[in-house]
Protein backbone atom coordinates (compact mmCIF):
# COMPACT_ATOMS: atom_id res chain seq x y z
CA UNK A 1 0.00 0.00 0.00
CA UNK A 2 1.03 3.78 -0.78
CA UNK A 3 1.06 5.49 2.27
CA UNK A 4 1.43 9.99 2.53
CA UNK A 5 1.14 11.18 6.24
CA UNK A 6 0.57 14.97 6.13
CA UNK A 7 1.37 16.87 9.27
CA UNK A 8 2.03 20.50 10.13
CA UNK A 9 5.40 20.00 11.21
CA UNK A 10 7.83 17.27 12.57
CA UNK A 11 8.44 19.30 15.94
CA UNK A 12 8.93 16.98 18.73
CA UNK A 13 5.39 16.15 20.20
CA UNK A 14 2.99 12.96 20.91
CA UNK A 15 1.41 13.47 17.49
CA UNK A 16 4.93 13.68 15.70
CA UNK A 17 5.83 10.75 17.65
CA UNK A 18 2.72 8.77 16.70
CA UNK A 19 3.30 9.53 12.53
CA UNK A 20 7.40 8.21 13.44
CA UNK A 21 5.82 5.39 14.74
CA UNK A 22 3.24 4.85 12.30
CA UNK A 23 5.94 5.17 8.92
CA UNK A 24 8.29 2.54 10.76
CA UNK A 25 5.79 0.16 11.13
CA UNK A 26 4.09 0.37 7.45
CA UNK A 27 7.79 0.27 6.24
CA UNK A 28 8.31 -2.83 7.86
CA UNK A 29 5.17 -4.04 6.48
CA UNK A 30 6.15 -3.93 2.81
CA UNK A 31 4.36 -0.47 2.33
CA UNK A 32 5.70 2.35 0.58
CA UNK A 33 5.40 5.34 2.97
CA UNK A 34 6.22 9.22 2.51
CA UNK A 35 5.59 12.07 5.16
CA UNK A 36 5.04 15.59 3.85
CA UNK A 37 5.32 18.41 7.15
CA UNK A 38 6.25 21.74 7.75
CA UNK A 39 9.97 21.99 9.20
CA UNK A 40 11.00 20.36 12.74
CA UNK A 41 13.64 18.43 14.50
CA UNK A 42 12.52 15.26 13.83
CA UNK A 43 13.02 14.77 10.19
CA UNK A 44 15.95 12.33 10.45
CA UNK A 45 13.63 10.48 12.70
CA UNK A 46 11.03 10.04 9.24
CA UNK A 47 13.85 9.15 7.26
CA UNK A 48 15.78 6.80 9.63
CA UNK A 49 12.25 5.05 9.92
CA UNK A 50 12.62 4.05 5.89
CA UNK A 51 10.21 6.44 5.55
CA UNK A 52 10.70 9.34 2.22
CA UNK A 53 10.13 13.42 3.37
CA UNK A 54 8.56 16.16 1.46
CA UNK A 55 9.19 19.63 2.80
CA UNK A 56 6.27 21.60 3.34
CA UNK A 57 6.07 25.43 4.13
CA UNK A 58 5.31 26.49 7.79
CA UNK A 59 1.58 27.82 7.93
CA UNK A 60 -0.39 29.06 11.10
CA UNK A 61 -3.61 30.41 12.20
CA UNK A 62 -2.49 34.24 10.59
CA UNK A 63 -4.74 35.56 7.98
CA UNK A 64 -1.94 37.56 6.82
CA UNK A 65 -0.62 37.31 3.23
CA UNK A 66 2.55 35.71 4.31
CA UNK A 67 0.63 32.98 5.42
CA UNK A 68 -1.95 32.74 2.60
CA UNK A 69 1.17 32.38 0.28
CA UNK A 70 2.64 29.77 2.38
CA UNK A 71 -0.57 27.77 2.43
CA UNK A 72 -0.87 28.03 -1.38
CA UNK A 73 2.43 27.03 -1.72
CA UNK A 74 1.95 23.91 0.36
CA UNK A 75 -0.74 23.17 -1.27
CA UNK A 76 0.74 23.18 -4.81
CA UNK A 77 3.74 21.49 -3.11
CA UNK A 78 1.40 19.01 -1.77
CA UNK A 79 -0.82 18.55 -5.27
CA UNK A 80 2.79 17.51 -6.87
CA UNK A 81 3.44 15.37 -4.56
CA UNK A 82 0.22 13.04 -4.74
CA UNK A 83 0.91 13.40 -8.83
CA UNK A 84 4.16 11.74 -8.03
CA UNK A 85 3.68 8.82 -5.64
CA UNK A 86 0.00 8.34 -6.56
CA UNK A 87 -1.09 6.99 -2.57
CA UNK A 88 -3.81 5.06 -1.79
CA UNK A 89 -4.21 6.65 1.32
CA UNK A 90 -3.34 10.19 2.85
CA UNK A 91 -3.21 10.00 6.40
CA UNK A 92 -3.87 13.62 7.74
CA UNK A 93 -3.13 14.52 11.39
CA UNK A 94 -5.27 17.44 12.49
CA UNK A 95 -7.46 20.29 10.90
CA UNK A 96 -5.05 22.06 9.13
CA UNK A 97 -3.11 19.15 7.14
CA UNK A 98 -6.85 17.77 6.45
CA UNK A 99 -7.91 21.12 5.41
CA UNK A 100 -4.74 21.23 2.95
CA UNK A 101 -4.82 17.37 1.99
CA UNK A 102 -8.05 17.95 0.80
CA UNK A 103 -7.69 21.20 -1.40
CA UNK A 104 -4.71 19.23 -2.88
CA UNK A 105 -6.45 16.18 -3.59
CA UNK A 106 -10.04 18.16 -5.34
CA UNK A 107 -6.58 19.90 -7.69
CA UNK A 108 -5.45 16.81 -8.44
CA UNK A 109 -8.11 14.36 -9.13
CA UNK A 110 -6.39 11.23 -7.48
CA UNK A 111 -8.14 8.57 -5.95
CA UNK A 112 -7.17 8.45 -2.90
CA UNK A 113 -9.27 8.41 0.74
CA UNK A 114 -8.39 10.36 3.19
CA UNK A 115 -7.95 9.06 6.66
CA UNK A 116 -7.94 12.07 9.20
CA UNK A 117 -6.79 11.43 12.92
CA UNK A 118 -8.07 14.19 15.38
CA UNK A 119 -4.85 14.23 18.41
CA UNK A 120 -5.63 16.96 20.92
CA UNK A 121 -6.89 20.29 20.73
CA UNK A 122 -7.63 23.26 22.37
CA UNK A 123 -11.73 22.68 24.06
CA UNK A 124 -12.51 25.74 22.22
CA UNK A 125 -11.19 24.58 18.51
CA UNK A 126 -13.09 21.68 18.64
CA UNK A 127 -16.22 23.32 16.57
CA UNK A 128 -14.54 24.86 14.35
CA UNK A 129 -12.92 21.77 13.82
CA UNK A 130 -15.64 19.73 13.08
CA UNK A 131 -17.32 21.97 10.23
CA UNK A 132 -13.60 21.94 8.61
CA UNK A 133 -13.82 17.78 9.35
CA UNK A 134 -17.40 17.71 8.35
CA UNK A 135 -16.66 19.18 4.87
CA UNK A 136 -12.92 17.80 4.38
CA UNK A 137 -13.47 14.09 5.12
CA UNK A 138 -16.29 10.80 5.38
CA UNK A 139 -15.05 9.85 8.55
CA UNK A 140 -12.56 11.24 11.59
CA UNK A 141 -10.13 8.70 13.76
CA UNK A 142 -9.72 10.42 17.02
CA UNK A 143 -7.40 9.19 19.44
CA UNK A 144 -8.66 8.34 22.26
CA UNK A 145 -12.35 8.26 23.27
CA UNK A 146 -12.49 12.24 25.29
CA UNK A 147 -11.64 13.79 21.46
CA UNK A 148 -14.37 11.85 20.11
CA UNK A 149 -16.70 12.64 22.91
CA UNK A 150 -15.60 16.50 22.12
CA UNK A 151 -15.85 16.30 18.52
CA UNK A 152 -19.42 14.90 18.61
CA UNK A 153 -20.41 17.13 21.08
CA UNK A 154 -18.88 20.61 18.84
CA UNK A 155 -21.26 18.85 16.23
CA UNK A 156 -19.45 15.96 14.14
CA UNK A 157 -22.06 13.29 13.87
CA UNK A 158 -21.37 9.88 16.31
CA UNK A 159 -21.62 7.42 13.48
CA UNK A 160 -18.46 8.59 11.10
CA UNK A 161 -16.00 8.75 14.52
CA UNK A 162 -13.82 5.96 14.84
CA UNK A 163 -11.40 5.81 17.82
CA UNK A 164 -8.25 4.19 18.28
CA UNK A 165 -6.73 4.95 21.23
CA UNK A 166 -2.99 6.06 20.84
CA UNK A 167 -0.22 3.52 21.84
CA UNK A 168 2.79 4.60 23.77
CA UNK A 169 5.54 2.43 25.36
CA UNK A 170 9.17 2.64 26.87
CA UNK A 171 12.05 -0.14 27.25
CA UNK A 172 13.90 0.41 30.66
CA UNK A 173 17.14 2.51 29.72
CA UNK A 174 19.14 0.19 32.48
CA UNK A 175 21.45 1.34 35.16
CA UNK A 176 24.84 2.32 33.12
CA UNK A 177 23.07 4.90 30.32
CA UNK A 178 20.55 6.51 33.47
CA UNK A 179 24.19 6.95 35.31
CA UNK A 180 25.55 8.48 32.08
CA UNK A 181 22.80 10.90 31.90
CA UNK A 182 22.83 11.65 35.50
CA UNK A 183 26.15 12.93 35.41
CA UNK A 184 25.97 14.74 31.61
CA UNK A 185 23.12 16.56 33.48
CA UNK A 186 24.76 17.12 36.89
CA UNK A 187 21.86 15.80 38.41
CA UNK A 188 22.81 15.00 42.70
CA UNK A 189 21.18 12.38 44.91
CA UNK A 190 17.78 14.27 46.10
CA UNK A 191 14.51 12.73 44.49
CA UNK A 192 13.95 13.57 40.92
CA UNK A 193 10.61 14.60 40.20
CA UNK A 194 10.30 15.44 36.45
CA UNK A 195 8.03 17.14 34.25
CA UNK A 196 8.33 16.05 30.43
CA UNK A 197 6.67 18.21 27.32
CA UNK A 198 6.68 21.33 24.80
CA UNK A 199 6.73 24.55 26.92
CA UNK A 200 3.64 25.39 25.85
CA UNK A 201 0.43 27.13 27.60
CA UNK A 202 -1.83 23.68 27.74
CA UNK A 203 1.07 22.37 29.53
CA UNK A 204 0.31 24.85 32.45
CA UNK A 205 4.02 24.65 33.71
CA UNK A 206 3.08 27.64 36.16
CA UNK A 207 1.55 24.81 38.60
CA UNK A 208 4.35 22.79 38.28
CA UNK A 209 6.36 25.72 38.95
CA UNK A 210 4.44 26.50 42.01
CA UNK A 211 4.53 22.34 43.16
CA UNK A 212 7.96 23.01 43.38
CA UNK A 213 7.92 25.85 45.74
CA UNK A 214 5.34 24.26 48.09
CA UNK A 215 6.80 21.01 48.34
CA UNK A 216 8.30 20.71 52.07
CA UNK A 217 10.83 18.10 51.76
CA UNK A 218 14.08 17.93 49.93
CA UNK A 219 13.69 16.72 46.22
CA UNK A 220 14.63 18.06 42.57
CA UNK A 221 12.29 19.68 39.90
CA UNK A 222 13.73 18.90 36.26
CA UNK A 223 11.66 19.90 32.81
CA UNK A 224 12.15 18.06 30.32
CA UNK A 225 11.25 19.92 26.76
CA UNK A 226 11.50 23.22 24.97
CA UNK A 227 9.01 25.86 23.45
CA UNK A 228 8.24 29.18 23.00
CA UNK A 229 7.79 29.81 26.75
CA UNK A 230 10.92 28.87 28.16
CA UNK A 231 12.66 31.90 28.84
CA UNK A 232 9.31 32.74 30.91
CA UNK A 233 8.87 30.00 32.63
CA UNK A 234 12.56 30.06 33.71
CA UNK A 235 12.28 33.58 35.29
CA UNK A 236 9.51 32.66 36.72
CA UNK A 237 11.33 29.18 38.58
CA UNK A 238 14.16 31.69 39.52
CA UNK A 239 11.65 32.94 42.66
CA UNK A 240 12.47 29.41 43.91
CA UNK A 241 16.33 29.47 43.12
CA UNK A 242 17.66 26.54 41.53
CA UNK A 243 14.98 23.99 42.39
CA UNK A 244 13.57 23.77 39.01
CA UNK A 245 16.44 22.97 36.37
CA UNK A 246 14.98 23.25 32.67
CA UNK A 247 17.07 20.22 30.93
CA UNK A 248 15.85 20.99 27.15
CA UNK A 249 15.18 18.35 24.56
CA UNK A 250 16.31 14.64 26.21
CA UNK A 251 16.94 12.41 23.65
CA UNK A 252 16.95 9.11 26.30
CA UNK A 253 13.50 9.97 28.13
CA UNK A 254 13.57 6.20 29.27
CA UNK A 255 17.08 7.23 31.00
CA UNK A 256 15.74 10.12 32.71
CA UNK A 257 12.16 8.49 33.59
CA UNK A 258 14.42 5.41 34.96
CA UNK A 259 15.94 8.30 37.38
CA UNK A 260 12.75 9.72 38.42
CA UNK A 261 10.95 9.04 41.45
CA UNK A 262 7.58 10.63 40.21
CA UNK A 263 6.79 12.36 37.19
CA UNK A 264 4.35 14.96 37.19
CA UNK A 265 1.93 16.34 34.69
CA UNK A 266 -0.08 19.65 35.32
CA UNK A 267 -1.60 19.98 31.69
CA UNK A 268 -4.73 22.18 31.29
CA UNK A 269 -6.11 19.52 28.93
CA UNK A 270 -4.75 16.46 26.67
CA UNK A 271 -5.60 14.15 23.94
CA UNK A 272 -3.73 11.58 25.40
CA UNK A 273 -0.06 12.40 26.75
CA UNK A 274 2.16 9.70 25.17
CA UNK A 275 4.88 10.97 27.97
CA UNK A 276 2.42 9.66 30.61
CA UNK A 277 1.76 6.33 29.40
CA UNK A 278 5.33 5.63 28.50
CA UNK A 279 6.41 6.72 32.34
CA UNK A 280 3.65 4.24 33.70
CA UNK A 281 4.73 1.44 30.72
CA UNK A 282 8.38 1.54 33.41
CA UNK A 283 6.25 1.79 36.31
CA UNK A 284 7.55 4.98 37.77
CA UNK A 285 4.79 6.78 39.96
CA UNK A 286 2.73 9.27 38.28
CA UNK A 287 0.93 12.60 39.92
CA UNK A 288 -1.32 13.66 36.88
CA UNK A 289 -3.92 16.10 36.57
CA UNK A 290 -7.95 14.28 36.72
CA UNK A 291 -9.24 15.45 33.12
CA UNK A 292 -10.49 13.35 30.12
CA UNK A 293 -7.35 12.68 28.04
CA UNK A 294 -6.04 10.76 31.40
CA UNK A 295 -8.86 9.54 33.22
CA UNK A 296 -9.98 7.36 29.93
CA UNK A 297 -7.42 5.48 30.18
CA UNK A 298 -5.51 5.56 33.07
CA UNK A 299 -7.09 3.79 35.90
CA UNK A 300 -7.16 5.43 38.98
CA UNK A 301 -5.10 2.72 40.72
CA UNK A 302 -1.92 3.33 38.64
CA UNK A 303 -1.31 6.97 38.82
CA UNK A 304 -2.44 9.50 41.27
CA UNK A 305 -4.69 11.51 40.42
CA UNK A 306 -5.99 15.45 41.53
CA UNK A 307 -7.63 18.26 40.60
CA UNK A 308 -6.32 20.20 37.63
CA UNK A 309 -4.39 23.41 38.21
CA UNK A 310 -4.27 22.89 42.27
CA UNK A 311 -0.27 23.39 42.96
CA UNK A 312 -1.52 22.50 46.88
CA UNK A 313 -2.83 18.69 45.57
CA UNK A 314 -0.03 17.74 43.04
CA UNK A 315 2.65 18.77 46.40
CA UNK A 316 0.27 16.59 48.58
CA UNK A 317 0.69 13.30 46.15
CA UNK A 318 3.89 14.30 45.17
CA UNK A 319 4.94 13.92 49.04
CA UNK A 320 2.85 10.80 49.30
CA UNK A 321 4.59 8.97 46.59
CA UNK A 322 8.03 10.38 48.05
CA UNK A 323 7.51 9.71 51.83
CA UNK A 324 5.81 6.33 51.58
CA UNK A 325 7.11 3.57 49.83
CA UNK A 326 4.06 1.06 49.90
CA UNK A 327 2.48 4.16 47.75
CA UNK A 328 5.16 4.14 45.40
CA UNK A 329 5.25 0.13 45.39
CA UNK A 330 1.50 -0.03 44.58
CA UNK A 331 1.08 2.34 41.95
CA UNK A 332 4.53 0.56 40.07
CA UNK A 333 2.72 -2.56 40.23
CA UNK A 334 -0.90 -1.03 38.81
CA UNK A 335 0.80 0.39 36.44
CA UNK A 336 2.88 -2.37 34.90
CA UNK A 337 -0.23 -4.35 35.13
CA UNK A 338 -2.47 -1.76 32.98
CA UNK A 339 0.00 -0.62 30.31
CA UNK A 340 -0.31 -3.64 27.96
CA UNK A 341 -3.62 -2.30 27.25
CA UNK A 342 -2.12 0.91 25.55
CA UNK A 343 0.90 -0.63 23.70
CA UNK A 344 1.76 0.76 20.52
CA UNK A 345 1.23 -2.65 18.68
CA UNK A 346 -2.28 -2.36 19.24
CA UNK A 347 -2.40 0.71 17.83
CA UNK A 348 -0.29 -0.37 14.86
CA UNK A 349 -2.10 -3.30 13.94
CA UNK A 350 -5.36 -1.61 14.03
CA UNK A 351 -4.09 1.50 11.87
CA UNK A 352 -3.35 -1.18 9.28
CA UNK A 353 -6.93 -2.16 9.92
CA UNK A 354 -8.04 0.94 9.08
CA UNK A 355 -6.22 1.82 5.81
CA UNK A 356 -7.32 -1.75 4.28
CA UNK A 357 -11.03 -0.89 5.33
CA UNK A 358 -10.87 3.09 4.45
CA UNK A 359 -8.97 1.85 0.73
CA UNK A 360 -11.91 -0.68 0.47
CA UNK A 361 -14.95 1.89 0.78
CA UNK A 362 -16.19 -0.15 4.43
CA UNK A 363 -18.70 1.79 6.52
CA UNK A 364 -16.84 1.82 9.57
CA UNK A 365 -12.72 2.02 9.77
CA UNK A 366 -11.70 0.53 13.38
Request: glycine share 10%; charged share 20%; hydrophobic share 50%.
Amino acid sequence: MRILHVLSSLAPGGMEQMVVQLAADAVAHGDSVTVASGPGEWVDRVRAAGAGYVALPATSRSTSVSMAAATATAVARLSGCIRELRPQVLHVHNVRAAALARLALTGTRHRAVLVPTLHGIAPGDYVGASRVLRRAARRVIACAPSVGRSLQAAGFPAERIDVITNGAALRPAGLARQAELQAALGLGGAPLVVGIGRLVEQKNWPVFIATAGRLDRAAAFAVAGDGPLRQELEQEARRFGDRVRFLGMIDDIAALVGLAACVVSTSAWEGLPLTLLEALSLGVPVVAPAIDGITDVVPPSAALLVAPGDPAAVSQAISRVLDDASVAADLRRHALAAAPGWGPERMLDRYRGAYRAAWAGEPHWA
